[in-house]
């Protein structure tokens, strides 16, 4: 079955940066998008980016352009987000999320990797 | 981008019906069949309930159907059941690979 298994939640301090995965399996992975949604506490969902796992290539929501970075390393299923120069209101609950392509919807999402940003 | 517009939040008995909207623009909801709705629960990641305005995936209950008109698309709960009590989000694409969420709906069984 498909598994979208995320890393640990994460504690860092303003300025900071942090790296968060998502370990895909149950498929092939090079077959299908993966995008990146957080939600803050309390708060609706966010949508940041996408990266496509079979050639590397990115889009990013113009909001977090200039300091997010997706990556993969296919060897081990495995995408990547990275978000520099935290501040506090990066505090949130991180999703990776699959899309068959072209299909334009989320079939299915990982856990959540809680990050949370204070001094 | 701005998130798309939802009611806070919409509540109704076991058995009625309730529908929740989802407003947005020319630009992601109105140009594009591609909004796609997601249940959510506390603590729990999103789950995919209904697809290109009205599809639903495998495996989800067709009391819950989909529609659109012009820039607003709208989601019913039909014969509303005590599971369904949960956070609803749209999403529409919006052109250049990026998507806009709905504000989210809080749904409650009374």
């Known amino acids: 079955q498909v598994q979208l298994v995320q890393s640990g939640a994460e504690v860092k301090k303003p300025g900071a940066s942090v790296k968060v995965s998502c370990k895909a399996s149950g498929y092939t992975f090079a077959s299908y998008y993966m995008h990146w949604v957080r939600q803050a506490p309390g708060q609706g969902l966010e949508y940041m980016g996408i990266?496509?796992?079979?050639?590397?290539?990115?889009n990013y929501a113009q909001k977090f352009r200039d300091r997010v970075s997706m990556t993969r390393d296919t060897s081990t299923s495995t995408v990547y987000m990275e978000l520099t120069s935290l501040r506090s209101e990066d505090t949130a609950v991180y999703f990776c999320?699959?899309?068959?392509?072209?299909?334009?919807?989320?079939?299915?999402w990982g856990q959540g990797t809680l990050v949370t940003v204070s001094s | 981008q701005s998130a798309l517009t939802q009611p806070a939040s919409v509540s109704g008995s076991p058995g009625q019906s309730i529908t929740i909207s989802c407003t947005g623009t020319?630009?992601?909801?109105?140009?594009?069949?591609?909004v796609s709705w997601y249940q959510q629960h506390p603590g729990k990641a999103p789950k995919l309930m209904i697809y290109?305005?009205?599809k639903w995936p495998s495996g989800v209950s067709n009391h819950f159907s989909g529609s659109k008109s012009g820039n607003t698309a709208s989601l019913t709960i039909s014969g509303l059941q005590a599971e369904d009590e949960a956070d609803y989000y749209c999403?529409?694409?919006?052109?250049?690979?990026?998507?806009?969420f709905g504000t989210g709906t809080k749904v409650t069984v009374l």
């Open positions: 999403c529409s694409y919006a052109a250049s690979n990026t998507y806009v």
């Open positions: 999320a699959r899309e068959k392509p072209r299909t334009f919807y989320f079939d299915s």
């Open positions: 290109e305005v009205s």
């Open positions: 020319s630009s992601d909801v109105g140009n594009y069949n591609l």
């Open positions: 990266i496509n796992p079979r050639e590397g290539n990115t």
